[in-house]
């Protein structure tokens, strides 16, 4: 009878042990990787994680986001390609990416094309950008969500920059883009293409007489040492794409795919209030290094950049979403 139960008692115990191990294997099978190219702090890292954890929930643990930053799949071009070929599932990259496979794509990145910050969220949470978001799907992904990568604005060495004659002759650095070149040269500045690297010693040397970035970028890289005005043009609001592969879609139920989805444009909102958070921040951190904050009536530079916005424009498609993304109201 002993042996019975010891006999007994070794059949449930594996028998348990088996079902964890199968449970275990089924949670392995549906994990999918996501690039991201910023540290955990990034407010997009920590949206992506609030997406995680309500994906993971809402399919009963059947898929897990398991997200891997500071670049550990490759820098963003590269992440790219490995989702295309499903090496991975999902990567954050920036829009000038994709636009190489759609020039539609450009349009999100014309300079003044939000009147605010409120106005870009509507639009990445509103409807009007799913067909151009799954059009992708022939090049191997779909863009799930866009998420903010913050308003760019301009900070200078001397004094700050509030009309085009104060910043007339002024050499700031911009990323190498001819939007950006363009863009600057209608603002009354001149765009000078630099590693971001080599912004800092470039300011303090007086090769440049300043950057244009985001506020949190100018705090993490201590811009303000070298900076200290901080003037507010908001010239570009920039996207950055949350992309899955096709071949990862495709092993997803239409009703996975659904919730996804849906998790996915909910976490717009998510990673702009952490956005508009960190601004403050970061902003408070710069101040209390002797960094100056200044408003600026943004009208002139928007009427000035509205023939680079016309020359930016070339196709049906990009005039249709100019549109549409113009009428939306804030």
Same mark, same amino acid.
């Given at each position: 009878m002993k042996t019975f139960k010891s006999f007994t008692k070794s059949a449930t115990f594996l028998a348990v042990l088996s079902a964890t191990f199968l449970a275990n294997q089924a949670y392995a099978a549906t994990e999918l990787k996501v690039a991201f190219n910023q540290s955990k702090q990034h407010p997009q890292y920590q949206a992506l994680e609030d997406l995680s954890n309500k994906f993971e929930s809402a399919t009963q643990g059947r898929y897990k986001l398991t997200i891997y930053p500071n670049e550990l799949l490759g820098d963003q071009r590269a992440s790219l390609e490995l989702v295309q070929n499903g090496a991975i599932q999902l990567a954050v990259v920036a829009n000038p990416l994709v636009e190489n496979y759609d020039?539609?794509?450009?349009?999100? +990145?014309?300079?003044?094309?939000?009147?605010?910050?409120a106005h870009q969220k509507k639009v990445y949470s509103s409807d009007i950008l799913d067909p151009l978001f799954s059009s992708t799907s022939k090049f191997g992904f779909n863009v799930l969500a866009a998420y903010t990568a913050g308003a760019r604005s301009i900070y200078t060495k001397d004094k700050s920059v509030t009309t085009k004659e104060e910043l007339k002759g002024k050499k700031i650095r911009v990323l190498q883009s001819d939007t950006m070149l363009k863009t600057l040269a209608c603002m009354g500045g001149t765009g000078m293409p630099m590693s971001q690297g080599e912004v800092y010693t470039a300011i303090q040397?007086?090769?440049?007489?300043?950057?244009?970035?985001?506020?949190i970028t100018y705090a993490d890289l201590k811009h303000y040492e070298v900076a200290p005005f901080f003037s507010r043009t908001q010239h570009l609001r920039v996207a950055d794409l949350l992309v899955i592969s096709d071949m990862a879609l495709s092993t997803m139920s239409s009703e996975d795919q659904a919730?996804?989805?849906?998790? +996915?444009?909910?976490?717009?909102?998510?990673? %702009?209030?952490?956005?508009? =958070?960190?601004?403050?921040?970061?902003?408070?951190?710069? =101040?209390? =290094?002797?960094?100056? %904050?200044?408003?600026?009536?943004?009208?002139? %530079?928007?009427? +000035?950049?509205?023939?680079?916005?016309?020359?930016?424009?070339?196709?049906?498609?990009? =005039?249709?979403? %100019?549109?549409?993304?113009?009428?939306?109201?804030?």
């Open positions: 020039k539609t794509f450009s349009v999100l +990145a014309l300079p003044y094309l939000y009147k605010s910050t040397q007086g090769v440049l007489d300043g950057a244009e970035n985001n506020e919730t996804l989805r849906k998790l +996915a444009k909910e976490s717009i909102t998510t990673e %702009f209030d952490l956005w508009d =958070k960190q601004i403050l921040e970061s902003e408070k951190l710069a =101040k209390d =290094k002797g960094a100056t %904050f200044i408003e600026v009536d943004t009208t002139i %530079f928007r009427n +000035a950049c509205q023939d680079v916005q016309k020359d930016l424009i070339k196709s049906p498609e990009q =005039k249709e979403l %100019f549109d549409k993304i113009t009428n939306i109201s804030e």
